[in-house]
């Protein structure tokens, strides 16, 4: 049996006359089968229907906030950003000040000040921090990319999107999402050249798929690796 693409929940139903796909927020992927079903075939139906899958989870993964509580704020000790190999430690010092801030005060140390204990406030200013984190670190990378690959876009941009690493317009321009920070990075050189792959074939056809395979072989491995990593975005960026 060739193994699936996706982790799923086997459910044999007496009632069930076809096959039949369903994602819940707690449950994810639920296969259900009539009895006696040939369970060889299941891999091959969801690599049929995989951009359905990816797209039905991502909208669970969307709504699961709203069944989980939401834990008590606290500042992060540590903020590691495993696409350029950096581990901060979070320092943190209240103040009077209606806000919040943050300065890099030496190599690896971050020093959050003001309101810290203001959870609006505190993550406000870890969001600034972030997206300059982006643009010093991932737009030097998207750059080297497009001429390793000869893949040119216009204009880029740095964003936090809830449900898209990246983005890439029809007229050449790519949005970061700064949360590409928590990836690894061949995860984030993935995502980057997929969308640059945008820039000459727009769409999920053969071509694009043929030319993302051309630019970086063994692609599948990283876009089925995607759906799960928003886990390993912290709460504060999300």
């Given at each position: 049996?060739?193994?699936?693409?996706?982790?799923?929940?086997?459910?044999?139903?007496?009632?069930?006359?076809?096959?039949?796909?369903r994602v819940t927020v707690q449950g994810g992927l639920e296969v259900v089968v009539p009895r006696g079903y040939d369970q060889t075939k299941i891999p091959k139906?969801?690599?049929?229907?995989?951009?359905?899958?990816?797209?039905?989870l991502d909208r669970a993964e969307e709504n699961r906030k709203f069944f989980e509580p939401e834990p008590a704020w606290r500042l992060p000790i540590q903020i590691k950003f495993p696409s350029v190999g950096v581990v901060w430690h979070v320092e943190k010092k209240e103040s009077e000040a209606e806000w919040a801030a943050v300065r890099e005060v030496g190599e690896?140390?971050?020093?959050?000040f003001g309101q810290i204990d203001d959870q609006k406030e505190s993550r406000e200013a870890l969001g600034r921090w972030l997206m300059r984190q982006t643009r010093e670190h991932l737009i030097p990378r998207l750059q080297t990319l497009s001429l390793k690959t000869g893949l040119k876009y216009k204009r880029v941009f740095v964003k936090r999107q809830r449900t898209r690493w990246a983005s890439c317009s029809r007229h050449g321009t790519i949005s970061l999402n700064?949360?590409?920070?928590?990836?690894?990075?061949?995860?984030?050189?993935?995502?980057?050249?997929?969308e640059l792959c945008h820039t000459r074939e727009m769409s999920h056809?053969?071509?694009?798929?043929?030319?993302?395979?051309?630019?970086?072989?063994g692609y599948r491995e990283f876009d089925d690796q995607l759906r799960k990593m928003w886990k390993t975005v912290p709460r504060w960026a999300m």
């Open positions: 049996m060739s193994e699936a693409l996706f982790d799923y929940r086997l459910r044999v139903s007496p009632k069930a006359r076809h096959i039949r796909l139906l969801l690599e049929k229907k995989k951009h359905w899958i990816r797209a039905a690896g140390r971050l020093l959050v700064a949360k590409l920070l928590f990836l690894p990075s061949q995860v984030v050189d993935y995502v980057m050249i997929h056809s053969r071509r694009f798929w043929d030319l993302l395979e051309q630019q970086f072989p």
